[in-house]
């Protein structure tokens, strides 16, 4: 288990190298392909390449009535008060609810002897080639790279809400 000091490092040192050309599907689901790069502690230039998929669902809508029919289950007479309050003061509220699966069995886990500089070149184009919109390189740190794979995940939801939520208003959605 990480300690909180390392888990803070990992968030730290995160850095997606190329992000995906595309977001977070409004209506669909989205298939993002990452190559997540890391030094090995202790080892001159020595690499893990990890190759992985990480799928993000279609966005919920939760509105406040959502939340009363199916959040409040224990809440007292307050809670339920709040919503009444907020289906009357927000109609426009809704928050968006993001599911991600991340599938370790498509995971691949390949140690490259060569520097950072020249594996990040070799996978920019090898993402050239395949001319895959969804294709992401983040570098991170080998300890903590599943809290850095959930730090681009969290990125990808800040930089996808916006334009979500404009597709559901347009549709009528909320």
């Not at 888990?7 to 190329?18: G, S």
């Not at 069995?105 to 395949?130: C, G, I, K, Y």
Request: hydrophobic share 40%.
């Amino acid at each position: 288990m990480l300690s909180e000091d390392s888990f803070q490092y990992a968030i730290e040192n995160t850095h997606v190298v190329r992000a995906p050309d595309q977001r977070i599907e409004s209506f669909g689901s989205t298939r993002f392909r990452f190559y997540l790069v890391t030094e090995l502690m202790d080892s001159a230039n020595q690499v893990r390449v990890r190759d992985g998929y990480l799928y993000a669902e279609r966005p919920h809508i939760l509105t406040p009535g959502f939340i009363r029919r199916t959040l409040l289950e224990g809440f007292g007479d307050r809670a339920e008060e709040f919503i009444g309050w907020l289906q009357q003061n927000a109609r426009e509220m809704a928050i968006l609810k993001y599911e991600f699966q991340f599938r370790k069995t498509q995971l691949t886990d390949t140690v490259v002897h060569s520097p950072m500089t020249e594996v990040l070149a070799r996978l920019n184009e090898t993402v050239d080639r395949s001319e895959d919109p969804l294709s992401a390189i983040i570098q991170g740190v080998d300890e903590g790279w599943e809290v850095c794979l959930l730090k681009f995940a969290a990125d990808m939801i800040q930089e996808s809400a916006g334009r979500n939520m404009d597709d559901f208003r347009k549709r009528g959605l909320f």
